[in-house]
């Protein structure tokens, strides 16, 4: 359910606010839209953007990014004002954030949401006030470094800073709330979204200790925000990139059972069983004692591919199951005498491979497998199955599991960007890679199946779109993640790396089985 619109331009109305009353050289301006409206919101803001003495320089803040529909801090636009003859001066600060209505739906997210956003603003300002670097920016427009606001590090100390605003606030559960929303973005599906960035679970006892400790003699209302920038500040200290890293080992792999269409407790159950790694085991409990959700059964995950595990364990799951595989479709034929079993079989992992199920994938030794059956039909032979299983097992091995593993991985971060993937895709994905060959073949002779073309024009018929064109949400590309760094210069290009984490770590062996808010 949409969150009402007056709802959070009453709670972004009351962050400025409180940012104005804490330094009145800052005037910071929550853009507010929904999906797709963000240009709309962008060009209603303008002329009353002009109206501030920096105004001129925040339009120009407006043209970056503007494909990017997720919330976002833009930048400060700045203009100093020569006073008593240039005697002295004064500084004037608009600060720009988007804020996409649609990313919460409760009161709680859209106010955490804000505080994490003003915290951006407000870090920016004081590094600007900086002795080393405020003589370099008396005025224009002063933009963030995207490493630095994607990087987790940086991510967590806005949100620590954002569960100390809601408390102080009269949210007694806005620090707890933070943490289970950020644990379940990392088991839900959601395009452009990047879980991995935001770590604050890790953090969320040292954010309620520092709060009771700093309840305990409470900041005067003017020294409030300046109390939670320092908390936040310590807090992040403690963490440095080899722990934040272990919140992006869990939540890549977690991400990519999610799009695969596996269920939570799932998901949870592959962390907390298959994954070698402590701090991933770890992860995987706190985030179930986050989200409430209890990781499903050893069982349950028996035939279950899991990113989480050693790569030579998926390996033999994938192989297990390809055995299984041919030997119901040959059972099936034998019975019925013919090889539609063969093909249909070969169809199903096809338009499965769409959805990045690849444990268990042998279409392209399916498809030979029954064209050898048939012959041996035609041919009079008593026992078909053999020419099958013969023809089988001299083709499978032609896709290697590491080809598989990244045809999903691809199609998985495709999903993530908020794209479609098709069959074209694949074959696109396949062309230059001589290993993948077989999975092109394989794909082009299900895209030229006759049953597999009257599906195809039945959906049409009824307007339904098929499965390999399924469409999600138009969001943006989302930025790679980086490293968990601390930056140099937070903000100003510093702090980024050219080093990017694996997309998991190699697990062991797990056994077989006055304020403006415009909208």
């Given at each position: 359910m949409a969150i009402p619109s007056d709802l959070v331009e009453q709670i972004c109305h009351s962050v400025a606010r409180q940012v104005r009353d804490h330094?009145?050289?800052?005037?910071?301006?929550?853009?507010?839209?929904?999906?797709?409206?963000?240009?709309?919101?962008?060009?209603?803001?303008?002329?009353?953007?002009?109206?501030?003495?920096?105004?001129?320089?925040?339009i120009r803040m407006l043209k970056t990014g503007q494909d990017d529909e997720r919330s976002s801090f833009l930048g400060l636009g700045v203009w100093r004002e020569n006073l008593f003859g240039g005697l002295a001066s004064q500084d004037n600060i608009l600060a720009l954030v988007t804020f996409n209505m649609d990313e919460v739906d409760n009161a709680h997210a859209a106010r955490a949401l804000a505080w994490h956003l003003a915290w951006f603003a407000l870090r920016m300002?004081?590094?600007?006030?900086?002795?080393?670097?405020?003589?370099?920016?008396?005025g224009g427009i002063l933009l963030p470094d995207a490493n630095d606001t994607n990087n987790p590090a940086t991510c967590m100390r806005a949100d620590v800073f954002s569960g100390i605003m809601g408390r102080i606030n009269g949210d007694k559960d806005a620090i707890e709330q933070l943490a289970h929303d950020r644990a379940m973005a990392a088991l839900q599906r959601r395009p452009g979204a990047t879980p991995e960035q935001y770590p604050f679970p890790l953090a969320m006892e040292a954010t309620e200790y520092a709060y009771a400790e700093m309840m305990r003699r409470p900041p005067a209302r003017k020294k409030q925000i300046d109390t939670a920038m320092k908390i936040a500040e310590q807090i992040g200290l403690t963490y440095d990139g080899v722990s934040l890293n272990q919140w992006i080992y869990f939540c890549q792999p977690a991400q990519d059972m999610a799009w695969r269409g596996e269920p939570r407790d799932i998901i949870l159950s592959a962390a907390v069983n298959t994954s070698y790694d402590t701090f991933i085991r770890a992860t995987g409990f706190l985030v179930s004692e986050l989200t409430h959700i209890q990781p499903a059964?050893?069982?349950?995950?028996?035939d279950i591919h899991s990113p989480f595990a050693e790569d030579k364990y998926s390996q033999r799951l994938h192989e297990r199951m390809v055995d299984r595989v041919i030997h119901d479709v040959i059972e099936i034929g034998m019975g019925s005498r013919n090889s539609t079993a063969f093909r249909e079989a070969a169809n199903r992992q096809n338009e499965g491979l769409i959805d990045g199920h690849i444990a268990g994938w042998c279409a392209a030794a399916l498809q030979a497998a029954g064209r050898a059956f048939e012959a041996a039909l035609a041919n009079g032979s008593k026992t078909p199955d053999e020419a099958a299983r013969r023809e089988f097992e001299g083709t499978?091995?032609?896709?290697?599991?590491?080809?598989?593993?990244?045809?999903?991985?691809?199609?998985?971060?495709?999903?993530?960007q908020g794209q479609i993937v098709t069959f074209s895709d694949i074959l696109?994905?396949?062309?230059?890679?001589?290993?993948?060959?077989?999975?092109?073949?394989?794909?082009?002779m299900t895209m030229k199946d006759p049953a597999y073309v009257r599906k195809l024009q039945a959906a049409n018929d009824l307007n339904i779109i098929p499965a390999e064109a399924r469409p999600t949400p138009s969001m943006a590309p989302r930025t790679p993640t980086t490293p968990a760094v601390t930056p140099r210069a937070p903000g100003l290009g510093g702090g980024s790396s050219s080093a990017r984490p694996p997309q998991t770590p190699p697990p062991a062996q797990w056994p077989d089985d006055d304020t403006t808010t415009t909208q």
């Open positions: 330094d009145r050289t800052i005037h910071l301006t929550f853009l507010a839209h929904r999906n797709g409206q963000r240009l709309e919101a962008l060009s209603s803001a303008s002329q009353e953007l002009l109206t501030h003495p920096a105004g001129e320089a925040a300002t004081d590094l600007r006030n900086n002795p080393d670097y405020e003589t370099d920016f008396r059964s050893i069982h349950a995950i028996h499978r091995h032609k896709t290697t599991w590491e080809s598989l593993r990244t045809i999903g991985e691809n199609i998985m971060e495709k999903y993530r696109d994905f396949c062309e230059d890679t001589p290993a993948l060959a077989s999975v092109s073949s394989a794909v082009a």
